[in-house]
């Protein structure tokens, strides 16, 4: 393997986009297969913790993330009905010292968009509908509902949560239902209205919990509502719901809560699904990243930038390793592997936390986090601190 290696991305979302500037920077031949018509990512708003952000950074869309971001003051914990802050995580002055990188809320198209400015220099093919891989000892080869292929040195997975790469490589395997399902919405503001905080406010109820923050540049609230429910609910961004039933499930709840839902237009609803780690994600010339190698829960914020970190990491390794793909795809794995196994299984740990049903149980949490925001604020609330330190940049193949 060698800078001339020809690399296949199924999946052009976050973390492909992401893998194919990486690559196209080193000088490696890079083919992105997209299955929509055209780039224009979907959904709302994302939190950019810092170790995402030193990663963007690296590919030198700093600025352009600095332009579309928020630097929100902190992460607060609120109880769901009183509003009583129970932590209090600062962010905009701290994160730089801290962690070498600012947290930022950006609309997920803005992301997106910044993104694909980076990958000038790779090929990309849209309508690219992915229906399986096969490969030998010299190449792998993606087939595409079409009946096109694309042969390559590797091909890389990047295509979700009902990725074709994975079920090709490991079988038939449906992701498991939480039982919990998710409202988004984004609802724009000329000023900033005084019942929502600058911050990232994370309201904890019974049985589901609510997170609001700006995004746009200040212009916009995005609302990530997440409830319990006995009901399956499909895995999709674009399925609607309405204002109604937004405001029915979460009836009862603080006014500034109620003021927020009532301002919004337009809601979207989905059902969260996840898989428990895996031991590995590839085989032979094919491996795997973001939602198709690790699907997690919301709840550590780390969906996006557990993918960017991969799509970074590996093209490192495939650099650092020429001519030395299976060692390259071995180090990868090393690497990512522990880290995004634990942040799906912390994730699913904080649902649990956040969603407390009993008022003696909701008491003895939010007594912890008010002895720790004594201690240290930073290892309190969502105990997030050890994902935000993490540098994929320092990253080396060499071992």
């Known amino acids: 393997m060698s800078t001339k290696m020809k ?5 052009g979302g976050i973390g492909g986009v992401t893998l194919a500037a990486a690559l196209s920077q080193r000088g490696i031949q890079t083919h992105l297969f997209e299955r929509a018509a055209q780039f224009g990512e979907v959904g709302a708003g994302i ?13 030198g869309a700093g600025d352009a993330l600095a332009k579309v971001g928020f630097l929100p003051e902190a992460l607060v914990g609120r109880n769901w009905d009183s509003g009583e802050e129970t932590f209090r995580i600062p962010l905009k002055q701290d994160c730089p010292r801290l962690y070498g990188a600012e947290f930022y809320h950006v609309h997920r198209a803005d992301l997106h968009h910044l993104l694909t400015e ?3 220099d790779a090929n990309v093919t849209f309508s690219a509908q992915c229906t399986g891989v096969a490969q030998d000892e010299g190449k ?3 087939h595409f ?36 399902m998710c409202y988004r919405a984004v609802v724009p503001f000329d000023e900033m209205p005084d019942f929502v905080a600058p911050e990232a406010s994370f309201w904890l109820g019974p049985k589901s ?5 700006y995004v746009n540049g200040g212009k916009g609230v995005n609302i990530v509502a997440v409830s319990e429910t006995a009901n399956w609910v499909e895995e999709s961004w674009n399925a609607r719901s309405t204002r109604e039933e937004l405001l029915a499930d979460f009836e009862g709840w603080h006014p500034n809560i109620a003021k927020l839902f009532e301002r919004v237009t337009e809601v979207y609803r989905w059902g969260l699904f996840d898989r428990d780690p895996m031991t590995k994600w590839s085989k032979g010339r094919v491996t795997l990243l973001g939602d198709a190698a690790h699907p997690m829960l919301p709840f550590l914020s780390q969906g996006a930038a557990m993918a960017i970190e991969d799509g970074y990491v590996l093209a490192q390794a495939l650099e650092a390793l020429p001519g030395r793909l299976d060692e ?12 995004t196994s634990r942040v799906q ?29 004594k201690k240290d604020p930073h290892a309190g609330g969502i105990k997030a601190n050890w994902v935000y330190a993490y540098n994929a940049t320092d990253f080396s193949a060499a071992v």
Request: aromatic letters at 6%; proline letters at 3%.
């Open 118 to 120: 980076l990958i000038t």
């Open 7 to 11: 690399v296949g991305i199924i999946g």
């Open 209 to 213: 919990h609510v997170v609001t923050y």
């Open 47 to 59: 939190q950019m913790t810092p170790n995402a952000v030193k990663v963007i950074k690296a590919l």
């Open 345 to 373: 299984l912390e994730a699913r740990e904080r649902g649990k936390t956040y969603h407390l049903s009993s008022k003696e149980e909701q008491a003895r949490r939010d007594a912890e986090y008010r002895e720790q925001q």
């Open 328 to 339: 390259a795809l071995a180090r990868y794995e090393a690497e990512r592997l522990p880290r």
């Open 145 to 180: 509902a079409d009946g096109s292929t694309f042969e390559a040195d590797l091909i890389v997975g990047a295509d979700g949560v009902r990725s074709e790469v994975r079920r090709a490589l490991f079988g038939e395997e449906e992701p498991h239902f939480t039982g919990n």
């Open 140 to 142: 792998a080869v993606a």
